[in-house]
T-cell receptor, first 112, second 113 residues
Framework: KQEVTQIPAALSVPEGENLVLNCSFTDSAIYNLQWFRQDPGKGLTSLLLIQSSQREQTSGRLNASLDKSSGRSTLYIAASQPGDSATYLCAVITGGGNKLTFGTGTQLKVEL | DTEVTQTPKHLVMGMTNKKSLKCEQHMGHRAMYWYKQKAKKPPELMFVYSYEKLSINESVPSRFSPECPNSSLLNLHLHALQPEDSALYLC????????????FGPGTRLTVL
């Protein structure tokens, strides 16, 4: 059974800092990995999708990397802003597809 | 139209009530999903519809009954729920292949009294 863990569970940083969120998964036979953002009480917003054959994806200040063999992904956020405050979730698709397994989440707070 | 909509936003129901949650998308997606999310926990998959057929049921109790009347619409019928079923119910859709990006709606906040 696929298990996805995120470290740290919570993170508080001053505005402008660069930061890294970590995601690890136990079954390396994944189709892809997605990073999502969730604001309190809201739905999920897809940030980046990395296919299993890719090593990284970039969107604006966000860069996600994937090391499938070691079961790890990182989300790098450059020059953090208070508007980045949210919970960040990684999720993987394994097996027959269609089924996302989510990580435990990292709650990020960027302070002025 | 590039969004998934869900109604209602909030729902309060008693344990003997029957209610339904509605999800709609007009992106031409052929896979639709229901997830349940408890406070401070990640979403958990409940059901997957692929091309309007139920393809995954994650051993969800029968008091939750999904329905996919057409490719744009997904319902979740609720009956005889328990207080522990109170949660945020999220709907998502994807183009159709199992490895596609999933697009999520804003969710329905359900409270069972």
């Amino acid at each position: 059974k696929q298990e996805v863990t995120q470290i740290p569970a919570a993170l508080s940083v001053p505005e402008g800092e660069n930061l890294v969120l970590n995601c690890s998964f136990t079954d390396s036979a994944i189709y892809n990995l997605q990073w999502f953002r969730q604001d309190p009480g809201k739905g999920l917003t897809s940030l980046l999708l990395i296919q299993s054959s890719q090593r990284e994806q970039t969107s604006g200040r966000l860069n996600a990397s994937l090391d499938k063999s070691s079961g790890r992904s990182t989300l790098y956020i450059a020059a953090s802003q208070p508007g980045d405050s949210a919970t960040y979730l990684c999720a993987v698709i394994t097996g027959g597809g269609n089924k996302l397994t989510f990580g435990t989440g990292t709650q990020l707070k960027v302070e002025l | 139209d590039t969004e998934v909509t869900q109604t209602p936003k909030h729902l309060v129901m008693g344990m003997t009530n029957k209610k339904s949650l509605k999800c709609e998308q007009h992106m031409g997606h052929r896979a639709m999903y229901w997830y349940k999310q408890k406070a401070k926990k990640p979403p958990e998959l409940m059901f997957v519809y692929s091309y309007e057929k139920l393809s995954i049921n994650e051993s969800v109790p029968s008091r939750f009954s999904p329905e996919c009347p057409n490719s744009s619409l997904l319902n979740l019928h609720l009956h005889a729920l328990q207080p522990e079923d109170s949660a945020l119910y999220l709907c998502a859709s994807s183009p159709g292949r199992g490895t596609d990006t999933q697009y999520f709606g804003p969710g329905t906040r359900l409270t069972v009294l």
